[in-house]
């Protein structure tokens, strides 16, 4: 209870809270802000940090990697422009998160992160919340995914100095790719690629700042 207030209306007044701050930080796409509405941030964030899960802020997570500040991720998905007929590759799992959006927005969602633990337990929470859509492993994701490719959408949730010529050349032609850009320790720019027939187009977004993308399989 919050002043007196019953639980479900303190529930819905943090809901309202939530939207707003995505509608002032520039996401306006209905569908995208329908999907951030249906997931419960809060689910994916553990520990001394679980209180501050619906603040717009990243937190973080196990193997030392962050959650992304709701914002960000909106932001993101928004500049992708999923179609429902979309299969989207994600690169990154983390928390499971990011992935649990675009699954509301996607026809189907690849998601794979270097680290074991982090994919076991996003696996977990997909299955807890019917999310059926998702398919989550294990992977190296600097290479994406080239079995399953060509994408119509890819998302990477790390920074590269580049986007990754593997991840480019698994994109669709028509396709769009939205990449943190950037060294790690320095301010980065989220970068929206789309795939031309003829080459690629690049269009800069935003400043941001998120881990690096780091290649290889983690041993946790």
Known sequence: ?????????????????????????????????????????????????????YEDMP????????????????LMTQALNISPRDTVLEVGTGSGYQAAILAHLARRVYTVDRHRRLVREAQELFRDMGLVNIVAMTADGSFGLPDQAPFDRIIVTAAAEDPPGPLLAQLKVGGIMV??????????????????????????????RFVPLVEGISAD
């Not at 990449?179 to 400043?207: F, M, N, W």
């Open 1 to 53: 209870m919050e002043n007196g207030a019953p639980e479900d209306e303190t529930a819905a007044e943090r809901k309202m809270r939530f939207l707003f701050a995505l509608r002032s930080k520039g996401v306006t796409d209905a569908r995208v802000l329908t999907a951030m509405e249906r997931v419960d941030r809060g689910q994916f964030v553990r520990g001394l940090f679980a209180e501050r899960a």
């Open 179 to 208: 990449v943190p850009v950037g060294q790690s320790d320095t301010v980065q720019h989220l970068i929206k690629v789309t795939r031309l027939a003829t080459g690629y187009d690049y269009e800069e977004l935003r400043p941001v």
């Open 59 to 74: 937190l973080p997570i196990a193997c030392g990697q962050t959650i992304s500040q709701p914002s960000v991720v909106a």
